[in-house]
């Protein structure tokens, strides 16, 4: 593994965390609710009312943060290395794991890990498990093609 130093951020990156977890927090200790991405997402998508109106702010609020924060310059596009059709796919295949496994990262890996549940942490687990795979298996691929 080679890491790439002028793009190592640690202190960017714990800030980032610190906030992600203190972000959680406020929501759990004020309203009671688990901060998962996909669960906030997903009640916007089924038309769910209640409570409407914090989930598109929680939403709009990490959509606007990259610019907010200076990370993307205005106007700047998104660039993927992959065909559009299997970046689909990849999100419908995300999705799809979400609501299998009751949660996202965000969910089990932030929320559910710091309320000590068995059920995410195995969901961890198998997330990161998921990532390791993956990425072993494409750049196995990747050095086949070379």
Partial sequence: MIIDWAQF??????????????????LY???????????IFGAVL????AGLEWRLAFLAG???APWLLGG?????LARFDVPLPILFLAGVLTG???RIARGCTSGHGVCGLSRLSPRSLVAVLCFLGAGMATVTVLRLLSEARA
């Avoid at 202190?11 to 965390?17: C, E, F, I, R, V």
């Avoid at 200790?29 to 669960?39: F, K, Q, T």
């Avoid at 089924?46 to 009312?49: A, F, L």
């Fill in 96 to 98: 799809y794991g979400t």
């Fill in 9 to 26: 951020t640690p202190g960017a990156s714990l800030g980032g965390g610190a906030l992600i977890g203190l972000a959680a927090a406020i």
């Fill in 62 to 64: 990490l959509v606007a």
């Fill in 46 to 49: 089924s038309g769910t009312r």
């Fill in 72 to 76: 993307l310059p205005a106007g700047a």
């Fill in 29 to 39: 200790l004020a309203d009671g609710r688990i901060a998962g991405v996909s669960g």
